[in-house]
């Protein structure tokens, strides 16, 4: 059985709005490299007449750039603001045959609860935790160095054991 002991603090949420802010890697070189093509199409378009056409493409991908950084670095921090030691939760994670148990307890209130692995809509794994999506907004996070019992490789292999591969993102076995 794998077991974690997570903490949900500013920290760890902050980790986890970066995280969905922007979850495919592919989409900062796309928006990259949009921005470097609208930058030559204004240099090469300097003296003729579609410097006007060049301009609006470079404002239009400026755009896109500044709400791509906007998302990924100024959003969250905004979000959690007002994040304060009332706001940390204690997660309690037991990786069972048939469902994920979970206790919470934070200073507000405790509770209990289970979870099976058909219910999770993606599983998505950083280089620091892994992200059980409950819903496409919400998620267990499972921080690596947090679990208690078995490591990260062998909770891997047991989510990829327990989970269709549909709906598990950067999983692998090595």
Known sequence: M???DVTYDKKAMLSFMRFTAIDKPWKWAIYGALLVFAVVLTILNLKTDFLPF???VLFFVSLIEI????AYFISPNMK????TDENIIKNHFS????S???????????????IPYY???KVDESSLAFYLFVNKTSALIITKSE?????PEELKKFLIAKIPDKRINKLSVK
């Not at 990786?95 to 048939?98: A, G, I, L, Q, V």
């Not at 206790?103 to 289970?114: C, M, N, P, T, V």
């Open 2 to 4: 794998i077991k974690a």
């Open 54 to 56: 060049a301009i609006i």
């Open 67 to 70: 709400f791509t950084i906007f």
């Open 80 to 83: 959690l603001k007002n994040f």
């Open 95 to 98: 990786f069972e045959e048939k």
């Open 100 to 114: 994920v148990k979970l206790k919470s307890e934070s200073k507000a209130r405790k509770s209990d609860g289970e």
């Open 119 to 121: 219910a999770f809509v």
């Open 147 to 151: 679990i208690t019992e078995g490591t």
